[in-house]
């Protein structure tokens, strides 16, 4: 009975994310460069709203000091920090290992949630590009909405205008690899995205 008074009391804790789902972008990917001849690039995003006060700046720096460790060939591993005009902070890891990469966002979103910053993470962006062409030029985007545990393609057209035909059609040729978000309102458009 205390679950439905909460519940009614609007005390209830919001689902704790599945960031093992980010491991699912490794079937994604082999999908998208097989059926799309898109290709990962080789920097992703991790989105997150900075909270007030030394505790959380001390768990933001233990997240950004282990993006810092060399990968196994030794060299070390590009990083860069932006924060948008909406009060956003964005930490973009780079690695030339796609499953690297993905490895290295599961270490940020983790390390913010084991610290108690959870609701503080909004999402996780990697982009993709048509093979053989430049890398800065991302033409579509898999972002995992970390509240609710599920992606959805992004397909920017140019301008503020998506090419709402291809992300359509993208949830169905991903539906085995990725849980696709069914609530198409929480499909975010991400204009100014930082990740190239």
């Known amino acids: 009975m205390p679950r439905i008074f909460d519940v009614i009391m609007g005390r209830t ?5 599945n960031l093992d789902a980010l491991f699912g972008l490794a079937g994604a990917q082999v999908t998208l460069q097989a059926s799309e001849s898109l290709v990962p690039g080789s920097e992703a ?7 007030a006060g030394k505790p959380f700046s001390e768990a933001a720096a233990e997240a950004e000091a282990l993006l810092d460790l060399p990968e196994e060939d030794g060299t070390k ?4 920090q932006v924060s948008d005009k909406y009060g956003y902070h964005w930490v973009l890891p780079g690695a030339s290992d796609f499953q690297v ?3 290295r966002v599961h ?4 390390t913010l949630q084991d610290n108690g910053y959870g609701p503080q993470l909004l999402c996780s962006v990697f982009g993709f590009h048509p093979e053989g062409a430049a890398q ?9 909405l970390y509240k609710r ?3 959805y393609p992004f397909a920017p057209a140019g301008g503020e205008r998506r090419d709402v035909e291809t992300e359509l059609r993208l949830t169905e040729v991903l539906r085995d690899d990725l849980n696709i978000e069914s609530d198409k309102e929480r499909w ?3 204009w100014g995205l930082p990740v190239s």
């Open 13 to 17: 804790k919001p689902a704790q994310a």
């Open 136 to 144: 800065s030029s991302s033409s579509l985007y898999l972002v995992y």
């Open 77 to 80: 591993p590009a990083v860069r």
């Open 149 to 151: 545990g599920t992606f």
């Open 45 to 51: 995003g991790v989105c997150y709203k900075p909270a």
């Open 101 to 103: 990469l993905v490895n």
């Open 188 to 190: 975010m458009a991400l």
């Open 107 to 110: 270490m940020i979103n983790s």
